[in-house]
């Protein structure tokens, strides 16, 4: 029993009429016979009552139909799905990453999803905090991370809350603020925070601190620095100080982080265009899901009780 002997036997079956499934299948009548009967004679069936006037399934040829037509389904599932894992094996993804991401989960994340297709290649590149929607519009991306607070929905990308993140000052560790438990704003007058690229936009966006909010209170926001790392480099050296949303347990070199407490956490979501999914991308959204579907920062949950 072939295939095609199934695919000819649908054929009759739906049509009624041999000459029509043949014209259905882009071939002859006889053909169709020789296929019909040959499965016929393989299974022992009578599949139709045949006069010249009528095509009629006989009642076994009725129970076989709707058996055979559950089993080609489940097949041309099957074999769509061999294929889309075979081209997710194949394809190429690009992620784009945040500034003081959780890296250790993430890297966790790309391990995870490089055992399930070992031949796809990953690129990790940094998300632009100025526009960025506009990556996964674009194609840029294929997978964004963004904080719920920064984007209004969007009916052509699918947004999934994966954790929260709190704020913190960044300073050096001999800064007279750095063994404090939490600070509040008011208790950075007098300091200088260094802002970078599309800083004021990005903390704006997140409901942090905007740089209004922060010369108010008595902040020195003079400082500027083309790039993140330039920040990072003007904090080590104890030069300024910077605010993010980033969790309590990351570790970053040479810097101390202390809660700020005037604002609430933002929620970081997983981000991908809705039309066209492409498995590799449902499968990176999936296990990143499951990474942190019980993830807390103790920092957040000693907050919020």
Wanted: a negative charge; hydrophobic letters at 40%; proline letters at 5%.
């Amino acid at each position: 029993m072939t295939i095609y002997q199934l695919e000819c036997f649908i054929a009759v079956a739906e049509e009624l009429n041999f000459s029509a499934a043949a014209e259905r299948l882009f071939t002859t009548q006889p053909a169709i016979t020789y296929q019909i009967n040959a499965l016929e004679k393989e299974t022992g069936l009578h599949l139709f009552e045949r006069t010249t006037r009528r095509t009629k399934l006989t009642a076994a040829g009725q129970s076989f139909y709707l058996d055979m037509v559950q089993m080609t389904s489940f097949g041309r599932q099957a074999l769509k799905k061999a294929q889309d894992i075979q081209d997710a094996d194949r394809s190429r993804l690009t992620v784009g990453l945040r500034q003081l991401f959780d890296y250790g989960t993430f890297s966790s994340i790309l391990t995870e999803f490089q055992h399930q297709f070992p031949n796809a290649c990953v690129d990790v590149v940094p998300q632009d905090n100025r526009r960025p929607l506009e990556q996964l519009r674009s194609g840029q991306l294929d997978i964004g991370f963004f904080y719920t607070t920064e984007h209004s929905r969007d009916r052509d990308i699918s947004f999934t809350p994966l954790f929260s993140l709190g704020y913190h000052v960044l300073m050096n560790p001999n800064s007279p603020l750095a063994d404090r438990r939490a600070l509040h704003l008011a208790d950075l007058k007098g300091q200088s925070v260094v802002s970078s690229g599309a800083f004021d936009s990005f903390l704006s966006a997140c409901q942090g601190p905007s740089l209004e909010q922060l010369a108010q209170v008595g902040v020195d926001c003079s400082k500027i620095t083309p790039s993140f790392e330039g920040a990072l480099i003007m904090i080590q050296m104890g030069t300024a100080m910077s605010i993010v949303p980033c969790l309590s347990t990351a570790v970053i070199p040479g810097i101390v982080k202390v809660p700020l407490l005037d604002f609430p956490p933002v929620t970081v979501e997983i981000a991908a265009m809705r039309h066209a999914p492409r498995l590799e991308v449902q499968s990176f959204i999936e296990i990143a899901k499951q990474k942190y579907a019980h993830h807390h920062d103790p920092l957040l949950m000693e907050t919020l009780i």
